[in-house]
C-alpha cells in the first residue's frame, strides 16, 4: 500500500522560510518522478515543483521560481520542499504526489499517488 505522508507545514510570517517534506513508503521511491501541488479551498490543486527520479531536473511554477527549492532523499524515501521569502498568497494545502512516468506535469490527473497534504498558514 503507497504512502505518502506530509509533514512541516505551520504559521510563518511573510518573508520566512518553511521545509515541507513526505515521507513515501509501498513503493519503489527512486522509481518515481516527484512533485508538490497546493490547493485553496474552493480552487483548484496548482502544480508548485517537481523534481526527476535521480534529481537530473527540477521545474517550477513560475508564482515560486527562485523563492522555492525541490529536493529529494532517495536514500530517506522523502523529497522536500524548502520554501523562502513566503507571501500570504502560498497560503494553502500543499500535497506531495508520485508517478513513475509524468514528470513536470500540471495535470494533477496525471499523478498517480498522493499525500494528505499539511497546512502552510502564511501571515501579513
Known amino acids: 500500500q503507497v504512502q505518502l505522508v506530509e509533514s512541516g507545514g505551520g504559521l510563518v510570517q511573510a518573508g520566512g522560510s518553511l521545509r515541507v517534506s513526505c515521507a513515501a513508503s509501498g513503493l519503489t521511491f527512486s522509481a518515481n518522478n516527484m512533485a508538490w501541488f497546493r490547493q485553496i479551498p474552493g480552487k483548484e490543486r496548482e502544480y508548485v515543483a517537481a523534481?526527476?527520479?535521480?534529481?537530473?531536473?527540477?521545474a517550477y511554477a513560475d508564482s515560486v521560481k527562485g523563492r522555492f527549492t525541490i529536493s529529494r532523499d532517495n536514500a530517506k524515501n522523502t523529497v522536500y520542499l524548502q520554501m523562502n521569502n513566503l507571501k500570504p498568497e502560498d497560503t494553502a494545502v500543499y500535497y506531495c504526489?508520485?508517478?513513475?512516468?509524468?514528470?513536470?506535469?500540471?495535470?494533477?490527473?496525471?499523478?498517480?499517488?498522493w499525500g494528505k497534504g499539511t497546512l502552510v498558514t502564511v501571515s501579513s
Open positions: 504526489a508520485a508517478d513513475p512516468i509524468w514528470f513536470n506535469s500540471r495535470n494533477a490527473d496525471h499523478w498517480d499517488y
Open positions: 523534481i526527476t527520479k535521480s534529481s537530473g531536473s527540477t
